[in-house]
């Protein structure tokens, strides 16, 4: 009997001990908060200490692996292809179509916000911001995205972690890996090799998610107790709800519009891919499992989707595009600060750059968050506020980010003639 109770606790998947890792600092959270006094055992050695260590500890674990795994991935994916001209022609058209889905996300996070109203009954001189972790965030401006594309030194950029110069780089070692051929088999097999290295690294760390989720949202409600609840549960009413709309409503008619194929049945057959995105709340986890699911089930070419996933994966994040949509509003009105028009086009602007340099690691939305905060002005640290809680969302727009690869890859790979309707077809 007590090796069957074993047995079943061994299959408790990832997604509920996340969720029970969520309730159970929900309420240790709000124990501190109200129960324990206090004192300098609770706030420097429980909550800023042992809570703020372990969770972004697991945070720091989740950056380590980004920069091997995207590399690795971006020069395979562009390896596979080998063609530069039908390179540059998949590229282009990725490229316009993740940054026009996230311009989209932004614009309906901005419209669901202003609907809902998320930051108003917010009283911000009760709350303790998580001060540290704010000033740790670097912002970075529009024109250093734009020119910080070409690496003059890609080894300091795979040190430092530029994702974008990272992508270039790799897709240059891709195209001549592919061009030389057999004379680099040994350095092809070895990334290659490698990146199955990174793929089980990513789920070995992703075994302490739980962990990880109980010390953040823990150290969060220690802070705020129940004075946020009512406001922080409207700005995740607002984001869950422009998430939906993305992914319910703009992918599948985007999906439709340039392929005709049915977006009930493409989600049905992705639906285990977001599944497993929700519960490990990282772009990069899914790249594996997507390419394999568009080749298997919906009938896409790996020629395409191992370029198109993993790069996806770094630069269209609609998800944390649509979280920081959504932070805006609820920051403005938080500290009671008036955005107008000219406002709002320039958070679709910022949101839609940073979103490109974004690592598909959890919450690190966060930090590019403060480059959309200074563009309007807004104080950064209402992002303190919202880290802990910012958990409980980063899984369901991790969801929607991998599905909005998803449809990006299927629709290229149409245009492509890379598309097998037979294999999207059968039941």
Do not use: W
Not at 132 to 152: G, K, R, Y
Not at 217 to 236: C, D, E, H, Q, W
Not at 357 to 384: D, H, Q, R, W, Y
């Amino acid at each position: 009997m007590e090796k069957k109770q074993k047995k079943e606790k061994k299959k408790l998947g990832l997604t509920t001990q996340v969720f029970i890792g969520l309730f159970a600092g929900l309420i240790l959270g709000i124990f501190l908060c109200y129960v324990v006094p206090d004192s300098h055992i609770k706030t420097d050695i429980i909550v800023e200490g042992i809570l703020y260590v372990i969770g972004q500890g697991f945070i720091r674990l989740m950056k380590m692996l980004v920069v091997p795994l995207v590399f690795c991935s971006i020069v395979c994916g562009s390896m596979s292809i080998g063609d530069t001209k039908k390179l540059g022609a998949v590229g282009v058209r990725t490229l316009i179509f993740y940054l026009t889905t996230t311009a989209l996300a932004v614009t309906v996070a901005l419209s669901v916000g202003n609907l809902l109203n998320p930051g108003i009954g917010l009283d911000m001189s009760k709350i303790k911001t998580s001060a540290d972790a704010v000033e740790t965030m670097e912002s970075t401006s529009l024109i250093s995205t734009i020119l910080n594309i070409i690496p003059d030194n890609p080894i300091n950029s795979l040190a430092s972690g530029n994702m974008l110069q990272i992508i270039v780089f790799a897709l240059i070692v891709g195209l001549i890996l592919a061009k030389i051929g057999d004379r680099a088999e040994t350095v092809a097999n070895f990334i290659s090799q490698f990146n199955d290295i990174m793929m089980e690294m990513t789920m070995m760390v992703m075994a302490i998610a739980p962990v990880g989720v109980f010390c953040l949202v823990a150290r969060t409600f220690a802070n705020i107790g129940f004075s946020a609840l009512v406001p922080l549960a409207k700005y995740m009413i607002a984001v869950l709800l422009a998430l939906a709309l993305q992914c319910l409503g703009v992918y599948q008619i985007l999906l439709k519009i340039f392929t005709g194929l049915n977006p009930i049945r493409f989600l049905k057959k992705f639906f285990p891919v977001m599944a497993f995105a929700f519960s490990t709340a990282t772009s990069n986890a899914t790249i594996p499992l997507s390419i394999d699911t568009l080749d298997k089930k919906v009938g896409v070419s790996k020629k395409i989707s191992s370029f198109t996933i993993p790069l996806g994966a770094t630069i269209n994040m609609d998800g944390t595009s649509i979280m920081q949509g959504v932070a805006v509003v609820f920051a403005a009105q938080a500290f009671g600060i008036h955005l107008d028009m000219m406002d709002y086009i320039t958070v679709i602007g910022t949101a839609t750059l940073a979103s490109i340099g974004t690592a598909g690691v959890p919450s690190v939305g966060l930090v590019t968050l403060t480059m959309v905060f200074n563009s309007v002005g807004l104080p950064v640290e209402a992002i303190g506020l919202i880290m802990g809680i910012d958990r409980i969302l980063d899984m369901v727009r991790t969801a929607v980010n991998i599905t909005g690869d998803a449809v990006c890859t299927t629709i290229v790979a149409k245009q492509n003639n890379a598309l097998d309707l037979e294999v999207f077809n059968k039941d």
